[in-house]
């Protein structure tokens, strides 16, 4: 073996114990964003407006209008027992009111039969309007995902306004920014191997 080919041999050894020797432990949040841009919209059922000034979706006051989107779980996510992820909808408030959203989602990681979309319910907004135009954040209950033990897992979401529900106060469309879930981290720079953590 030349000395290239050993050197170029201990500088990879000593990068694979690099990342084999990266912590476990949680070190940080991240999010796991699904934009406007990859969200759709299915033509059978009443869907929302699109601005393409704004590149935003508006979500009617009085029907109920659903987008749909997929990714796939990113390596650097921490798994295990007690991990949570914490979803919430941006969107653009201009007036007084709250909206009730729904949000379906799926999760089915690699190697394993698809389940059921779980749903969750929320009017509950991170701040508190009181005039002008505002980024708004509406919170969803946190979501369990001890079992996911694997770097790839494909997640579906379904994001609703039910407009016309007696929870939804808000007068107007309501504009759709992005849907995310706070995510923790515990390897930054990815997995150790390609379908293991």
């Known amino acids: ?72 779980t990113e390596h650097r996510f921490k798994v295990g027992t007690g991990v949570e992820w914490r979803p919430h909808i941006h969107w653009i408030q201009e007036s007084a009111g709250v909206v009730k959203w729904q949000l379906e989602i799926k999760i089915v990681p690699a190697n ?30 946190t979501i369990d995902v001890s079992s996911l033990n694997t770097t790839a897992a494909l997640v579906t979401v379904k994001i609703s306004r039910l407009g016309g529900d007696a929870a939804d106060t808000y007068v107007g469309d309501a504009r759709f920014q992005s849907f995310d879930m706070h995510v923790p981290i515990d390897q930054p720079r990815g997995s150790r191997q390609e379908f293991v953590k």
């Open 1 to 72: 073996m030349d000395r290239l080919t050993k050197t170029i041999t201990q500088v990879e050894t000593d990068m694979q114990e690099g990342l084999d020797n990266q912590p476990h432990s949680s070190s940080g949040w991240d999010d796991f964003s699904f934009p406007v841009t990859g969200l759709r919209i299915n033509p059978s059922t009443s869907k929302p407006d699109y601005d393409y000034d704004e590149g935003e979706f508006l979500f009617d006051d009085a029907s109920t209008e659903t987008v749909v989107g997929k990714k796939i």
């Open 112 to 141: 394993n039969a698809e389940g059921t979309f779980l749903t969750f319910l929320s009017t509950t907004d991170e701040f508190t309007y009181t005039s002008g135009t505002l980024h708004q954040i509406t919170l969803f209950p």
